[in-house]
């Protein structure tokens, strides 16, 4: 069983910031990718950022500059700082990680449960 549970949400000013946390947990063999996506009511989700083993790391244009992603890859956790917030942040994010079990080693995506993220103007 593996579990994603994100903590870090809330709700804050427009220009102020924001970290959010990701724990994997489980048995866990390997993680290939983890990423943060978010969801606007009545949108898509979305992809906001992500970053594999080695490092390399994507971002959606809308928040190139303003957050920063990183992994503790010891601890199985992922982070999303986010600098600069604006009212259009505000979405629920949502914790993605690519990984492979103890018992299945095979690739297979995960997902937490969210964190809602509220920007106020």
């Known amino acids: 069983q593996v579990q994603l549970v994100e903590s870090g949400g809330g709700l804050v000013q427009a220009g102020g910031s924001l970290r959010l946390s990701c724990v994997a947990s489980?048995?866990?063999?390997?993680?290939?990718?983890m990423a943060w996506y978010r969801q606007a009511p009545g949108k898509q989700r979305e992809l906001v950022a992500h970053?594999?083993?080695?490092?390399?790391?994507n971002y959606a244009d809308s928040v190139k500059g303003r957050f920063t992603i990183s992994r503790d890859n010891a601890k199985n956790t992922v982070y999303l700082q986010m600098n600069s917030l604006k009212p259009e942040d505000t979405a629920v994010y949502y914790c993605n990680a690519r990984l492979s079990t103890q018992t299945m080693r095979v690739l297979i995506a995960y997902w937490g449960q969210g964190t809602q993220v509220t920007v106020s103007s």
């Open positions: 970053i594999i083993g080695g490092g390399t790391t």
């Open positions: 489980g048995s866990i063999f390997s993680i290939d990718r």
